[in-house]
Structures are given as C-alpha cells and as structure tokens.
C-alpha cells in the first residue's frame, strides 16, 4: 500500500509558477507510475499529468501541455509538478495518485491509490 500527501499549493497571480510536491510513503514506490489530477469547484475530476515508474515516459493533458511538468525522484518517494505561466482556469484542488497501469493513464478509474489534494488558486 502506498500513502500519497500533496503539497506546495497556494495563491498565485497569473502567469506565475508554483511547484507542487507528492510525497510517498509504503513499500515499492517505485514501481508505481504516477500521475497528477485537479478538480475545480463545480467540475469533474480531470487529468493532468502522468509519469512512468522510471520517469522515461510522461504524458499531458492538452490544457496544460507546454507550461506544466512532471517529473519524480525515486530515491526520495517524491513526484512534482512544475507549474508555469498560470491561468485562472489552472484554480482547483490538485492531487496525485499511483497506478499499476504501464506506463501511466489519462483514466483516473485505473488509479489505486489517491492524496488529500492540495488546493491552487490562480487570481488575474
């Protein structure tokens, strides 16, 4: 079992930057591919971001293609995601989660394991 908790969430201006962190806890870490999702109020759950078990492969939601990044440092149990040029439509609650699914997924029903969320505002 893997325990996921976000954060590095806040109040940003648009076109800003925010790096949010997830930290992972329990056995085999690595083995999982991660990926980042967000909801806004009112709204669906949407995918944003996945990374493979080794970090070789990744893959964006269109929306946010170009401006954000994901990455992972397997020796410290941690995935990020490197926000930039902010949008206030970017405003939601964030959260990570891992998956067995090689080597990631878009569909948040092929996800095992989920974080609290951390929330990000984006003013304009």
């Known amino acids: 079992q893997v325990q996921l908790v976000e954060s590095g969430g806040g109040l940003v201006q648009a076109g800003g930057s925010l790096r949010l962190f997830c930290a992972a806890s329990?056995?085999?870490?690595?083995?999982?591919?991660m990926g980042w999702f967000r909801q806004a109020p009112g709204k669906e759950r949407e995918f944003v971001a996945t990374?493979?078990?080794?970090?070789?492969?990744?893959y964006y939601a269109d929306s946010v293609k170009g401006r954000f990044t994901i990455s992972r440092d397997n020796a410290k149990n941690t995935v990020y995601l490197q926000m930039n040029s902010l949008k206030p439509e970017d405003t939601a609650v964030y959260y990570c989660?891992?998956?067995?699914?090689?080597?990631?997924?878009?569909?948040?029903?092929?996800?095992?394991?989920w974080g609290q969320g951390t929330q990000v505002t984006v003013s304009s």
């Open positions: 329990g056995r085999a870490f690595s083995s999982y591919a």
């Open positions: 989660a891992a998956t067995w699914v090689v080597p990631g997924t878009s569909n948040g029903y092929e996800y095992d394991y």
């Open positions: 990374i493979s078990w080794n970090g070789d492969s990744t």
